[in-house]
């Protein structure tokens, strides 16, 4: 009865506050408001500089018009594919490089990248007794909420949390970087446990293993994995550790760190924010819908039969009925994402080589017509290209990497761009993030309480 009761309480407290707090979307018009920092065009209101990264998908010509340009990703001015490109003809792994270049600014020198290698390796181990009591007593049946909790419990190990001098937060960022694949590990494999009934590995992490190789040895109770699985694996890190300072989980870490903060709190907040649906669970998104879309059409070679199918889609008739293809269109690139394509190359090489080439074509065949098929249904003369987040989890899961670790893995790269962020907030910065919010409520004359009804 008691739970019933609080049930129906909260009923009537939600109805209450959704009722009191509609605002008419004319007001958004009538003050200029650039809903979600966005201009109508959807471009991004200009709230800061950065020299971490850039995201190119249009140009302004001399008219102040946008002029769809193919996408281009700059690390620190370097464009991502030539670094790829570099690591891959000297076979090594490029996300250890890729942070060093996001966090220094420069890129090392094959002393510099030893060296730091060889730091990375060395604090990929949680701190003492941290697995135990931080992991293991309390585990989450959402790997983000586990990894942002332990971002936070990282706070009572650190001997100096609340430095804020240069030199102690390149110490914490480092720490994180290393340490986020661990947590992100050990996080799955509690949750194994206590919430799906399955055996649990703990593997201590190798300190000559990169990121991408103690990730696939730390959640696999064989601890094995090729050298391919390693490689790809290794290029989706490097293609997620940055993406401008204007994506939400990146302004997060602007926005917490301009309060005067410590580390812990600020890469917590953009933890949380990653986890959104909108944002680093994405690619979730177009899992279900690629389920969706498997189960419902028998012929995966029939373009007609696609076609059809994504119209359904658009329309509303079909998987969750929100009227998305979901892995089409981005923010930013218009003619084509950077990420999409030097992934989709790879996933091909992974496809043949583990026998997913069906499913493969399924992909580049929604990937060519979806956006002609979305004009078609919109008539927007917007450019829709498809995004990385379409293939990334077709990668992950013929990687055999579980669902629940997609995001997490999102963030497992991306803490390398999150740090450079926050050490740029504190060097640069100097002012809190203090936006401006109309109110559109009248005031009101105040009710004693023995007069209200």
């Known amino acids: ?142 790997i983000m909420n586990k990894i942002a909790r332990g971002v936070l419990a990282s706070y009572s190990y650190d001997k100096n949390p609340e430095d804020r001098s240069i030199q102690n937060i390149m110490r914490q960022c480092i720490e994180l970087i290393s340490r986020f694949s661990t947590l992100a590990a050990y996080a799955y494999q509690a949750k194994r446990r206590y919430y799906d009934g399955k055996s649990m590995y703990i593997h201590n992490p190798m300190e000559n293993l990169s990121t991408a190789e103690n990730f696939l040895r730390l959640i696999r109770g064989s601890k094995s994995y090729t050298p391919l699985e390693a490689e790809i694996l290794d290029l989706a890190l490097v293609l997620h550790a940055e993406h401008g300072g204007g994506n939400n989980s990146s302004l997060t870490i602007h926005v917490v760190s301009s309060a005067d903060t410590d580390t812990y709190s600020a890469v917590a907040a953009a933890v949380g924010s990653l986890k959104g649906s909108k944002h680093g669970g994405a690619n979730m998104r177009v899992m279900g819908m690629m389920d969706d879309v498997k189960a419902n059409i028998k012929d995966w070679s029939n373009e007609k039969e696609i076609g059809d199918y994504l119209r359904k889609l658009l329309n509303k008739e079909a998987y969750d009925h929100s009227g ?83 995001t997490p893995l999102f963030a497992v790269s991306r803490i390398a761009g999150w740090s450079a962020h926050r050490i740029e907030e504190v060097v640069a910065g100097g002012r809190i993030y203090r936006p401006a919010y109309k109110n559109v409520c009248e005031e009101c004359e105040y009710i004693p309480i023995d007069d209200r009804k």
């Open 324 to 406: 998305l293809i979901y892995g089409q269109g981005h923010a930013v690139y218009t003619i084509s994402d950077p990420r999409t394509t030097l992934l989709r190359n790879k996933a091909e090489e992974l496809a043949k080589a583990t026998g997913n080439e069906e499913e493969f074509n399924l992909y580049k065949t929604i990937e060519r017509i979806a956006p002609e098929i979305i004009y078609e249904k919109k008539g927007d003369k917007k450019k829709i290209c498809t995004n990385v987040d379409f293939y990334s989890g077709f990668v992950y899961s013929m990687l055999n990497i579980p669902r629940e670790l997609f």
């Open 1 to 142: 009865m008691a739970i019933n009761s609080s049930n129906s309480m909260l009923d009537r407290l939600s109805e209450l506050a959704v009722a009191n707090d509609p605002i008419d979307p004319k007001l958004y018009e009538k003050y200029d408001v650039k809903r979600g920092l966005r201009y109508s065009d959807g471009r991004g209101v200009l709230v800061g500089l950065t020299r971490i990264g850039d995201v190119v998908g249009y140009e302004i010509d001399k008219d102040g018009n946008k002029v769809a340009v193919p996408g281009r990703l700059l690390y620190r001015g370097y464009n991502v594919e030539s670094l790829i490109k570099d690591a891959e003809a000297h076979k090594q792994f490029g996300y250890e490089q890729c942070a060093y270049l996001l966090l220094f600014g420069k890129l090392p020198t094959a002393n510099e990248l030893a060296e730091f290698n060889q730091l990375l390796g060395t604090l990929r181990q949680l701190p003492n007794n941290f697995t135990e009591d931080m992991i293991m007593k309390a585990p989450s049946s959402d």
